[in-house]
């Protein structure tokens, strides 16, 4: 049995524009049909770093905002704080970098919202019963809207190969502590050269597993320690590294089962909307977009998070390479995000599809294309 996915290419004219096809797309994938009158509606983005100018445009954004607005639902635009130390670490600078990149609300008609608060704290631990997790550490904002839109771009990724809605969600919208959770198996230690016994990492470790030792310092009791990432998250000066230490297999599927924490508290109130446009090499995390490794190839809809990134995946990999990209010269490469970063994608679809977020196998149903006259 397949799930549909919905696509239109990239070509317009009058009536036609890449905001009448979005439209279109969001009715016939039925994203619609799941808006309530009064529902509260997480449109979850990827505002881009400063400097990156490769994310869905806010004009497009807005599209989606005035359809939640139709159906007599409440949007708002959302995204998590980050792990690493950037313009998006907290909840101030990420909103000014959302402003800064046109995510306004004269521009797009809905306020921004960052996802787990002012610095990351404000999550719900969702129960998934997974491979990797039992629970994982979801921003309140995005658990406790009635619905989500994820409104994704294409794109490729150091870690993943591969960006697409399970990216968005899973990663996305992790706490800060749950994004240390998804990126290492490690469990940290603490600098004492940098530690100024502030003592935040003692208050905010769950299982009393720091304390102070000589001069003061912080110690983590490794027997005590249980990885949850928030001494991480918090501490307010890096004395606590990040761990980035993981193998490519394990952090997909964590982060698929981060995904499904999003999604499995309201199945039927979750749609997707892919953009296969700018499709860089890397992750629009980086202050900077190089050339598309593939042209602007069309839009997917549909509300099955699996289906809708492996035929993502699918229409890149049957697409020309883009001659002045990384990829020049390597015009017959079948997998093109593994030939970019060397990464398998194939984790987190897989992983996504045996937690029951959805299946692999789609039909693609198209319409408003260049070669037709005729809705197909």
């Known amino acids: 049995m397949s799930s549909p996915v919905h696509y239109t290419d990239m070509t317009t004219r009058a009536e036609r524009s890449l905001l009448d096809k979005t439209l279109k797309l969001a009715a016939r994938a039925e994203i619609t049909d799941l808006i309530k009158a009064g529902d509260l509606v997480a449109i979850k983005l990827h505002f881009g770093e400063v400097g990156n100018l490769a994310f869905i445009p806010p004009p497009l954004v807005r ?13 708002f635009l959302t995204d998590a704080n980050t792990l690493y130390v ?18 306004g609300y004269e521009a797009t008609g809905a306020p921004v ?32 809207a009635d619905a989500v839109i994820a409104v994704s771009h294409v794109k490729g990724h150091d870690l993943f190969g591969f960006g697409g809605v399970l990216k968005n969600l899973g990663m996305g919208c992790g706490s800060p502590a749950g994004k240390q959770t998804m990126h290492s198996d490690l469990k940290p230690e603490v600098d004492p050269e940098k530690c100024t016994a502030c003592g935040i990492c003692i208050d905010k ?47 997909q599927e964590k982060t698929a089962e981060y995904a499904w924490g999003v999604i499995k508290p309201k199945q039927r109130k979750c749609g997707f909307l892919n953009y296969i446009m700018n499709v860089t090499p890397d992750c629009d995390c980086a202050p900077w977009n190089d050339v598309p490794i593939v042209p602007d190839l069309g839009i997917l809809g549909a509300t099955d998070p699996v289906a809708i990134d492996q035929a993502s995946l699918d229409i890149v990999n049957r697409a020309p390479v883009m001659a002045n990209s ?30 029951g977020m959805g299946r692999k196998q789609y039909k693609l149903k198209s319409f408003w294309l260049k ?6």
């Open 326 to 355: 990384v990829l020049g010269g390597k015009e017959k490469t079948e997998d093109k995000f593994m030939a970019v970063s060397g990464r398998d994608t194939s984790y987190i679809i897989n992983h996504g599809q045996y937690l």
């Open 113 to 144: 919202i960052i996802a787990d608060g002012l610095k990351g704290a404000d999550y719900v631990n969702v129960p998934i019963n997974g491979k990797h997790f039992d629970t994982v550490k979801i921003s309140s904002a995005v658990h406790n």
């Open 371 to 376: 070669q037709s006259k005729k809705e197909s």
């Open 205 to 251: 470790c769950p299982e009393g597993a720091i304390e102070r030792v000589e001069k003061n310092k912080a110690y983590i009791q490794a027997n005590l320690c249980i990885g949850c990432g928030e001494c991480v998250a918090f501490c307010p000066v890096g004395a606590i590294p990040i761990n980035w230490e993981t193998d490519q297999a394990t952090i």
């Open 86 to 103: 950037g313009k998006r670490r907290n909840a101030v600078d990420h909103i000014e970098t959302a402003l800064k990149n046109g995510f």
């Open 63 to 75: 599209v989606v905002v005035e359809m939640v607005k139709e159906q007599g639902g409440k949007p």
